[in-house]
């Protein structure tokens, strides 16, 4: 059965919440908020961001591109306005280089260790993309890593690779981290049916 993509929505969150609990809330059971927080937030439980994401997710400020087998989430890729997701990795050094804030960030990605190495992150990214474009498009940047020529835990991954980014149509803009990128691309704002069908 090939796999399919829904958005994160009050309809697909009790499979979401099925995956994060099969993983013991993931990453020390941070629920996927890490990057919704300014950073200046005290740190909370894994049942207190469980509640901060739901209603997040309630109220459409959280955004993600779930990947399914059948009807079974098996992974996503998290994105959203920037403003949605203020927290990323090396700040500092983000910000000694902005020129100017994107319009969407995408954030992370989580697989369930039972697939990973098949691919569900390369459908998450692409089906995040055309999200962003359906939501009216801009420009995106993403925070991936470059482990060329280097073998790594799948777990040191979630930001995704720099490699699987540039093949989905990214650019490297600059370098953040010893092997942290900025990576950048202009996503078209779909055509509704609508508009294409007067096209």
């Given amino acids: ?24 809330g993931i990453f020390g059971g941070c629920w ?7 950073g200046k937030e005290e740190r ?34 998290q994105f959203g306005p920037t403003a949605e997701l203020p927290n990323i990795r090396s ?8 020129r100017e804030l994107p319009d969407w960030r995408i954030t ?6 039972e697939r990973r190495g098949e691919g569900i992150a390369t459908v998450a990214l692409r089906e995040a993309v055309r999200e962003i474009g359906r939501l009216g498009g801009g420009t995106v940047e993403a925070y991936p890593e470059d482990f060329t020529g280097q073998r790594t835990s799948n777990s040191f991954l979630c930001s995704g690779t720099v490699g699987m ?19 950048n691309r202009t996503v078209a704002r779909s055509r509704t049916k609508r508009e294409a069908s007067r096209a």
């Fill in 108 to 113: 992370c990605f989580f697989i369930d260790r």
């Fill in 1 to 24: 059965m090939p796999l399919t993509s829904k958005a994160l929505s009050p309809e697909t969150w009790p499979e979401f919440a099925r995956l994060v609990e099969k993983h013991h």
């Fill in 165 to 183: 980014f540039e093949k989905a149509g990214f650019h490297r803009d600059r370098k953040i981290a010893m092997r942290r990128w900025v990576v």
């Fill in 44 to 77: 909370r439980g894994a049942a207190a961001y469980r509640g901060m994401k739901q209603k997040l997710v309630r109220e459409g400020r959280a955004h993600a591109a779930l990947v399914f087998d059948g009807p079974t989430a098996v992974g996503w890729c």
């Fill in 32 to 38: 996927c908020i890490a990057f919704h927080l300014t």
């Fill in 91 to 98: 700040r500092k050094a983000y910000e000694a280089g902005l």
